[in-house]
C-alpha cells in the first residue's frame, strides 16, 4: 500500500467516525461533470474574426506565449487539460468559434460550422454546450442587441439566438446529452438612463421569439448581470428580469459568480431559486474588484457554492460551468487548476456529516453547530482527493504542472 493509499485508509476511519461514508462521496463526485469553457484557451477571441477587438465589457489581460491560434491547436490543448482531470466533463462553445472556409454572418451559422468540434466531442466522450456570441461585432458596437430599439438590428441578433439554439439541439441529438444553450448580452447604458422599461421590454419580446419553440436536444438558460465595463449603470438583463423571465417561461437561470455585488456570494441564491425552479447554470468564475474572471481558487466563495448544491442534494439539478479567461499565465494550467479546485471544492461539501449538521440546527444547538463546521476545516480531505485522482488514473498535486509544462515545451512554445 503506497503513501496515498494509507493516508486514504486513516482518513475513511476519520470520516466514518462523523458518520461520512468517503467511498460514497467519491461515488457521487464522479457523476459530476463540468463543463469547461473554450474560451480560456485564446482569450475569448475565436476563428470568426482572428485579432479582432474584443468589446461587450469584455478584456482579457496579459500576454504569456502559447494561445491557440486555430480551433486544432485549441482542440489539443483541451485534450490535455481533460487527461489531468478525474472524471468526465463537458465542453462550452461559443458562436465565435466556428469553422469556415468564408466568413458567415452570425445569423447565418449553421451546425455544418461545428461538424469538427461534434467529431472531437464524439472521439473524446465530451457533451457539448453553447452560446450566442452578442459581442464582439459592428451590430452591438453601441452596447446593445436583443434589446436594441432599431427594430432590424434586434431582429439579426433575434436570428442569432435562433441559429444558436438549433445549433445546441443538433449537439444534443448527436452526442446523446442535451446541449445547455446559454444567453446573455452585454446590453446597458453607461450612465443613469430615462427609461428603463422600454429595453427591458423590447428584451422580453425578443427571448420570446427566441424561446417559442420547444426543442428536444437543448436546455435553455438566460444569464443575468449586476453591472459591467460600458454599462456601469444599468444592465437591461438584471438579475430581477431573468428571475421573473426563467420562472415564468420555466427556463433555466444562469447564475454567474462574477455578475453581482464583489460581496455578493451566489451560494446563497442557489437554494432559493431551486425551489421555483427545475433546474439551474451556474457560471462559476472569481472576480476581484469586479467581474474580472480570475481563475478559480478554492477559496470560501467556491466551497459555498457547492456545499449549497450538495445541501440542497441538487447535483443532478445544477449544470456546473467553468468562466475565466486570464492569459496572464499558462492558459492549459489555468483552466487545470480552476477545474480541479472546483471538483475539490464538491468532494469537500460531500464530505460534509449533512445529517450530525443538520439535526445540531433542528435541535437549535448552534454551539455544535459552529464547533463541528471548524473542526471540518481541519478534516483530511486533502487525502481523499489524491486518492481519487490516483483512483482515475490523473496526476497528484504538483505533479499536474509538471505535465503541463512538459506541454509547454513541447507544444506551446512553438506557437
Same mark, same amino acid.
Given at each position: ?102 466568413? +458567415? ?26 452560446? =450566442? ?66 429595453? *427591458? ?13 420547444? #426543442? ?33 417561461? *420555466? ?79 499558462? *492558459? ?10 472546483? #471538483? ?50 490523473? =496526476? +497528484? ?6 505535465? +503541463? ?11
Amino acid at each position: 500500500m503506497d503513501n496515498i493509499q494509507q493516508a486514504y485508509a486513516l482518513a475513511r476511519e476519520r470520516y466514518a467516525a462523523l458518520g461520512v461514508d468517503t467511498d460514497t462521496a467519491l461515488k457521487a463526485l464522479e457523476t459530476v461533470s463540468l463543463s469547461l469553457h473554450c474560451w480560456q484557451g485564446d482569450d475569448v477571441g475565436g476563428f470568426e474574426n482572428p485579432g479582432g477587438e474584443l468589446t461587450g465589457g469584455i478584456a482579457a489581460t496579459g500576454n504569456y506565449p502559447g494561445k491557440a491560434r486555430n480551433a486544432d491547436e485549441l482542440r489539443r490543448d483541451l485534450d490535455m487539460v481533460y487527461s489531468l482531470l478525474p472524471g468526465r466533463h463537458r465542453l462550452n462553445l461559443h458562436a465565435i468559434y466556428l469553422e469556415a472556409d468564408t466568413r +458567415v454572418e452570425r445569423n447565418a451559422i449553421e451546425p455544418r460550422h461545428f461538424f469538427r468540434w461534434v467529431d472531437w466531442a464524439k472521439a473524446g466522450g465530451h457533451g457539448l454546450d453553447f452560446n =450566442p456570441t452578442c459581442f464582439s461585432h459592428p451590430l452591438a458596437a453601441d452596447g446593445f442587441t436583443l434589446s436594441h430599439r432599431d427594430p432590424s438590428i434586434r431582429q439579426f441578433w433575434v436570428e442569432h439566438c435562433l441559429a444558436c439554439r438549433n445549433i445546441g439541439n443538433f449537439f444534443g441529438k448527436e452526442l446523446g446529452t442535451p446541449a445547455v444553450t446559454n444567453i446573455w448580452i452585454p446590453d446597458g447604458y453607461k450612465d443613469t438612463p430615462a427609461d428603463r422599461t422600454t429595453p *427591458r421590454r423590447l428584451l422580453l419580446e425578443s427571448l420570446d421569439q427566441i424561446l417559442a419553440e420547444k #426543442l428536444p436536444h437543448t436546455l435553455d438558460a438566460v444569464e443575468p448581470k449586476l453591472f459591467g465595463i460600458g454599462s456601469e449603470s444599468y444592465v437591461t438583463g438584471s438579475m430581477e428580469f431573468y428571475t421573473a423571465y426563467a420562472v415564468s417561461r *420555466r427556463v433555466m437561470l444562469t447564475l454567474d459568480s462574477g455578475h453581482f455585488h464583489p460581496t455578493e456570494s451566489i451560494a446563497d441564491k442557489i437554494s432559493s431559486v431551486l425551489l421555483y425552479l427545475d433546474e439551474i447554470l451556474l457560471h462559476v468564475s472569481r472576480g476581484v474588484r469586479w467581474d474580472s474572471d480570475h481563475v478559480v481558487t478554492f477559496n470560501d466563495d467556491l466551497q459555498a457554492i457547492a456545499q449549497e448544491i450538495v445541501r440542497a442534494e441538487a447535483l443532478n439539478r445544477v449544470h456546473i460551468g467553468l468562466d475565466y479567461f486570464d492569459a496572464s499565465i499558462n *492558459r492549459v494550467a489555468a483552466w487545470v487548476i480552476g477545474a480541479r479546485n472546483t #471538483l475539490r471544492a464538491v468532494l469537500n461539501a460531500l464530505l460534509e456529516p449533512r445529517a450530525l449538521l443538520t439535526r445540531y440546527e433542528a435541535e437549535g444547538d448552534f454551539t455544535g453547530r459552529l464547533a463541528l463546521q471548524e473542526e471540518l476545516k481541519a478534516m483530511p480531505s486533502a487525502a481523499v482527493w489524491e486518492y481519487y485522482c490516483q483512483q482515475q488514473d490523473v =496526476p +497528484v498535486g504538483m505533479d499536474v504542472l509538471r505535465v +503541463v509544462k512538459n506541454y509547454e515545451r513541447e507544444e506551446l512554445s512553438r506557437r
